[in-house]
């Protein structure tokens, strides 16, 4: 999840700089081109009009307590699912050919899953069950029945597979060697579990999207009555129904030595926090989601569904009881080291820097030499922050004319200050980080320009936790094993006519841009400060059809970042992007950076105002990519 940043405004400057407003107007409108890559995933609701059931960003853990997320919202793969019961002798003579089939999978490019899902069958035991047939692919536990009740299962073992948005595409029997119940052919003649994953890999539909399932009855979750099910009257527990939520929600950042206050990784640490943790889910404050779930389907979106809002509502209600020991799942295994491999090179901030206990945010600017014979098209980045508990977020810049060190020169701490902009005209930029979010290369034979002899320019933002900490902070750069041809770059749509009058509550901004070219746009980034209340972004296509971008409803600076959409969009020449935000400068927006509210203009200071959503885009030549940036500037500078 986003992590938070501090929830109390920063101290103003005695005194405002004399900053030239054209750097942080130049550098703001690359940030597009930047590539943020601080996003939350894909949305729990269904792809719009498909009738077919999706698990796209369904978020399960599995049997060793591993959280996995399914569907477009981890790395745009198909998945397959085969519901397995541990007693079920059908489903159990299934594994060794659900093996081989695995395998096969795992080749294509496609995740395979077993899931149990049992109100009857402990985690332990289901553990045990993979043990004893030496199970070599994850197995999800369904602990609360959310899989199983999306799906609808009938029998076990029932086969699903998802395409890589998610949406499911076959469902049924794994092959039809099972004829009925005692009747079984001596081979089988027809592999649709096998079909419908090689179909799935090449992007195609299955040659039959349903077979009937032949096994033992799926019993289900839906029957009331404690003799029959017993977790039709028992209580919500920790082990059970809870742990799930927090490995996939929470404990990613709520963990020792992570920007979150207090940890989330044992039964005592969640306890002790039961009621507000209850609050906050029920508000939507936590996880952090700012963009919603009602306007666009972007990447690590951690929302909670409402099912599990309530579930966690009716623990704590409940006194948060543990539950059986036998549920609990395994210690989490976090990965270690760089996360996408051995990177091809590592640059670190050159000298540590010292975050006070207490103040407000700092903003600040490290230059990273990359010494390069060459260019180099850069294909994924991850970072690596010194300092987790206070590294809030960082953007990483290009800067090929040495202006970062002249203004690193000129400050005698490590690094320079900045606020919203870098002080100077980059030349590109790499990406970013905040707390939780999954480094991912880019989409195939797509790539971002390192220019030889670049400095990369880390801006940090420190939020002081209390207590002083030390950060030097470490960035790590994959290039491309291949010539590639889409370059990545950025689009801004944006007004600086901007005049707030003081005590004004909703003054409303509008801009607008018509594509000169068609674009595929990856991610989106609003940006406003301490006034702005809501952005939303909507394409409107040559035939009429309004596609929304963004919906930001409760803007927050402390809060901002870049969304990654699941799936790149695809608009035509001729569209017209709409931006429209509104903002509060009265007494009781308690945000307002100025008391008593004062008028305010567009801007680079804390106490000024902006309008822009930037967009990550990639286009098909060079000649396009030129429009695309003619038009960006001649919006930028109102032309």
């Not at 044992?266 to 507000?276: E, F, G, I, V």
């Amino acid at each position: 999840m986003i992590l938070a940043g501090s929830q109390s405004l920063p101290a103003l400057d005695s005194a405002r700089r004399p900053i030239l407003m054209t750097w942080k107007w130049v550098s703001m409108a690359v940030l597009a081109a930047v590539g943020v890559a601080f996003a939350r995933s894909s949305s729990r609701a269904e792809d719009a009009g498909a009738s077919a059931p999706s698990v796209s960003g369904f978020v399960a853990v599995d049997i060793e307590g591993q959280p996995h997320v399914l569907g477009g919202r981890a790395l745009d793969r198909p998945a397959a699912l085969v519901f397995l019961g541990t007693d079920c002798p059908i489903s159990r003579r299934a594994i060794p050919s659900l093996h081989r089939i695995a395998e096969e999978a795992r080749k294509a490019g496609v995740d395979f899953y077993g899931v149990v899902s049992d109100p009857f069958t402990t985690r332990a035991k289901a553990r045990a069950h993979a043990k004893e047939f030496a199970i070599g692919f994850p197995v999800l536990f369904d602990a609360s029945g959310d899989l199983a009740k999306r799906l609808a299962p009938t029998h076990v073992p029932e086969a699903f597979v998802a395409s890589k948005e998610g949406r499911i595409v076959y469902r049924g029997a794994i092959d039809d060697r099972m004829v009925d119940l005692g009747k079984e052919r001596a081979q089988a003649s027809r592999l649709y579990l096998a079909d419908a994953i090689a179909a799935a890999a090449a992007g195609k539909p299955p040659a039959e999207a349903s077979s009937q399932a032949i096994g033992c009855i799926f019993e289900g979750w839906e029957r009331v009555g404690a003799a029959v099910n017993p977790t039709a009257t028992r209580k919500t527990t920790y082990t059970r129904d809870v742990v799930p939520l927090l490995r996939a929600h929470c404990v990613v950042c709520h963990r020792q030595g992570e920007v979150a206050p207090f940890t989330l990784e044992s039964y005592t640490d969640a306890a002790q926090h039961a009621r507000q943790i209850a609050r906050v889910t029920r508000l939507q404050l936590m996880p952090p989601w700012p963009p919603g779930s009602t306007c666009g389907k972007f990447l690590d979106d951690p929302s909670l569904t409402e099912d599990e809002v309530l579930r966690l509502a009716a623990w704590a209600e409940a006194g948060a009881p543990e539950g059986d020991p036998d549920d609990l799942p395994p210690p989490l295994e976090l990965p270690r080291g760089w996360k996408l491999g051995e990177p091809d090179l590592v640059l670190t901030m050159p000298d540590a820097f010292d975050v006070p206990a207490e103040g407000r945010d700092i903003f600040r600017c490290f230059v990273l030499s990359t010494v390069l014979d060459g260019d180099r098209q850069v294909v994924a980045v991850d970072f690596h922050p010194g300092a987790k508990s206070v590294v809030h977020h960082a953007l990483f810049f290009l800067d090929t004319a040495g202006a970062a060190r002249k203004l690193d020169a000129q400050d005698p701490a490590p690094g320079y200050r900045s606020f919203g902009g870098i002080g100077f005209f980059p030349s590109g930029g790499l990406g970013g980080f905040a707390p939780g979010a999954q480094p991912r290369r880019l989409p195939d034979g797509t790539f971002r320009r390192l220019p030889k002899g670049a400095d990369v320019v880390l801006q940090v933002h420190y939020h002081p936790s209390g207590k002083p900490e030390r950060d030097q902070s470490s960035i790590a750069l994959y290039f491309a094993d291949r010539p590639l041809e889409k370059e990545v770059t950025g689009l801004a749509i944006l007004t600086r006519d901007i005049d707030i009058p003081a005590g004004e509550p909703k003054y409303a901004r509008h801009a607008s841009l018509t594509l000169p070219a068609p674009v595929s746009i990856i991610g989106t980034a609003p940006h406003m400060h301490y006034l702005g209340k809501e952005m939303t972004a909507t394409a409107t296509t040559p035939d009429g059809r309004n596609i929304s971008l963004v919906c930001m409803k409760d803007w927050n600076f402390n809060w901002q970042g870049q969304y990654i959409y699941a799936h790149a969009i695809e608009l035509p020449a001729g569209t017209r992007i709409d931006v429209d935000a509104t903002y509060d400068n009265s007494a009781g927006n308690p945000r307002n950076p100025s008391s008593p509210p004062r008028r305010v203009k567009f801007g680079e200071e804390t106490t000024d105002e902006m309008c822009i959503c930037f967009f990550q885009i990639t286009t098909r030549n060079a000649e396009e990519r030129q429009l695309i940036r003619i038009a960006t500037l001649r919006a930028l500078w109102g032309k």
